[in-house]
Each structure stands twice: as structure tokens, then as C-alpha cells.
């Protein structure tokens, strides 16, 4: 289950499972969202992107959706493997970020992927 | 996707100190660069936005005289954290703007400052 305190909210979930993580986002006009996979001691990969007129989009063993009714994002990882555990952040780019792109990072999710 | 390159990967230094970070992309020039700090088990804080051939724009509470940026070529942005304290210590990751919203980060770099 998940966990919230002083340390990044963990999620464990055994191999071959479904995950999903959830990230509340700040800004109600932000118009762009990105899931980042981070592995120890890396920079964060891109997983999959969505913008604000989609709710849902899919990529490979990976789904985002979109509420902005309640501005909250997920990310389902399917069949979930042993190579998916890393810390999982949320990001958005608020509306006017124009050409800067200025990303604002969630708080972040680790993801323990048991055996 | 777009490559982006940081070195170094890890670096130790004593208090005092000056320290350089590059942050290159290969195969695309990128008129905008990003450096983030990371403390463990925290998410990415921006600290400044790069241009190239300009003044870097830094977020609140960032001293722009203590990590100096500078972006000289479309490829290139260099971070120099001066007179490093322990305090400075953390994970400092850069990413590039393709010109697309879709950026990309380097592997980022560990400062241990002793």
C-alpha cells in the first residue's frame, strides 16, 4: 500500500501486478503533464506525456489519466516487472511556459516491484 | 530521443572550493537549458533557466553569485557552484529544451562537498 510521511510515498505491488500511482497537480491551467521514471543515482527518463484535452492516453504497459475537474494524475503500469521499481514524478508545464518550458516536478513516488 | 550529456558524474571537493558541471547536448542545439537540484528521496527543484547568449533567470531563493550558469553555444550550459559547503552537497541535474515541450536530462551529478 501506500505510505505518506517523511520519507517519498512508497508503493509495493508484487511482480506481474498492475500499479498505479497517483499525483495531485497544483496549477489549474497547466496544459501539459509528463511522467518521469527516475532509477538511483540517474536523471529521470521520460515515460509518457498528455495534454490538458486529452483524459486518457497510452503508451506501452503504460496508461496516464487526466481529471482536471480534480487536477490528479495517474499512471497505471501494467504487468508490472522488477525493472519498473524507481521513483515515479509527475510533472507539469503551466499554461504561458511557452518556449521556456518550465517543468514543476511532483513530490514523487517510489516503486517497490517485489518478487 | 534527444541525448543529453553531464559530467561530471560525481565529484568530491573540499570546502571552499570552486566546482564546474557541463551539461552538453549531442545531436540538437538547445536555445534553453534547465538545472535542478535534488536532495535525497526529494523531487527536482529548479534552480535557474539557461539561454544561450543570456543571462540565466534563477529561481527564488537561488544565489545567483554563489552557482554561476553560464550558456556560451547552443550546446553547452556550464553550472559553477563557488566556494562550495558542505551545504551545497546534493544531486544537480541539467535538461535541455528541443524546442518541443519535451525536455531531456542529463545522468546527472553527485557533489560531495567535504
Known amino acids: 500500500g501506500e505510505s505518506v510521511g517523511l520519507h517519498l510515498p512508497t508503493l509495493s505491488v508484487q511482480e506481474g501486478d498492475n500499479s498505479i500511482i497517483n499525483c495531485a497537480y497544483s496549477n489549474s491551467a497547466s496544459d501539459y503533464f509528463i511522467w518521469y521514471k527516475q532509477e538511483s543515482g540517474k536523471g529521470p527518463q521520460f515515460i509518457i506525456d498528455i495534454r490538458s484535452n486529452m483524459d486518457k492516453r497510452q503508451g506501452q504497459r503504460v496508461t496516464v489519466l487526466l481529471n482536471k475537474t480534480v487536477k490528479h494524475l495517474s499512471l497505471q503500469i501494467a504487468a508490472t516487472q522488477p525493472g519498473d521499481s524507481a521513483v515515479y514524478f509527475c510533472a507539469e508545464i503551466p499554461s504561458g511556459g511557452g518556449a521556456t518550458n518550465k517543468l514543476i516536478f511532483g513530490t514523487g513516488t517510489l516503486l517497490a516491484v517485489q518478487p | 530521443g534527444a541525448v543529453v550529456s553531464q559530467h561530471p558524474s560525481r565529484v568530491i571537493c573540499k570546502s571552499g572550493t570552486s566546482v564546474k558541471i557541463e551539461c552538453r547536448s549531442l545531436d540538437f542545439q538547445a536555445t534553453t537549458m534547465f538545472w535542478y537540484r535534488q536532495f535525497p528521496k526529494q523531487s527536482l527543484m529548479l534552480m535557474a533557466t539557461s539561454n544561450e547568449g543570456s543571462k540565466a533567470t534563477y529561481e527564488q531563493g537561488v544565489e545567483k553569485d554563489k552557482f554561476l550558469i553560464n550558456h556560451a553555444s547552443l550546446t553547452l550550459s556550464t553550472l559553477t557552484v563557488t566556494s562550495a559547503h558542505p551545504e551545497d552537497s546534493s544531486f544537480y541535474i541539467c535538461?535541455?529544451?528541443?524546442?518541443?515541450?519535451?525536455?531531456?536530462f542529463g545522468s546527472g551529478t553527485q557533489l560531495s562537498v567535504l
Open positions: 535538461s535541455a529544451n528541443t524546442g518541443r515541450e519535451k525536455l531531456f
